[in-house]
C-alpha cells in the first residue's frame, strides 16, 4: 500500500511539474535577465543609463512576479525528489531484521531472507 501511495504522489507531483514547466522556464530566465540588468545598472555612469536601465529592470520585475506561481513546479520537483529517495530506500530494507539467537525459527527466517536477496 505504501508503494502504492507513493506512485500516486509521484505521479501527482509529476503531472504538476510539467504543468508548471514553461512558468519555470520563464521565472528562471526572468530572474537571469535581471541579474544581468542589476550588473548594467552598476556599471553604467549616466543618469540617462541608469533611469532606461530601472525601467527595463521594472519591466523584468513584473514578468517575474507574473510566474511566482512557479514556485508550486519547484516544490513539486522537490516532492518528486523525496518520494524517488524514499521509493529506493524501501528497496534497501530488509524484511526480517538480523537477530542472532539459537531459536530454530529465527535462524529459519534469517536464511529465508538471505535467500531472497
Do not use: C, Q
Not at 540588468?37 to 556599471?43: A, D, L, N, P, S
Not at 512576479?65 to 529506493?88: C, E, M, P, R, T
Request: charged share 15%.
Amino acid at each position: 500500500m505504501k508503494k502504492f501511495m507513493l506512485f500516486v504522489g509521484g505521479l501527482i507531483a509529476l503531472i504538476v511539474l510539467l504543468a508548471n514547466l514553461g512558468p519555470m522556464v520563464l521565472l528562471g530566465l526572468g530572474v537571469w535577465l535581471l541579474y544581468i540588468v542589476f550588473k548594467r545598472f552598476v556599471k553604467s555612469e549616466s543618469t540617462a543609463g541608469k533611469i532606461g536601465w530601472v525601467i527595463v529592470g521594472l519591466l523584468l520585475i513584473g514578468i517575474v512576479l507574473s510566474n511566482i506561481y512557479a514556485v508550486l513546479g519547484l516544490a513539486a520537483a522537490y516532492a518528486l525528489y523525496v518520494i524517488f529517495k524514499s521509493w529506493k530506500n524501501d528497496d534497501n530494507d530488509p524484511v526480517v531484521h538480523v537477530i542472532k539467537g539459537d531459536d530454530p525459527f529465527t535462524n529459519f527466517e534469517r536464511e529465508w531472507a538471505e535467500l531472497n536477496h
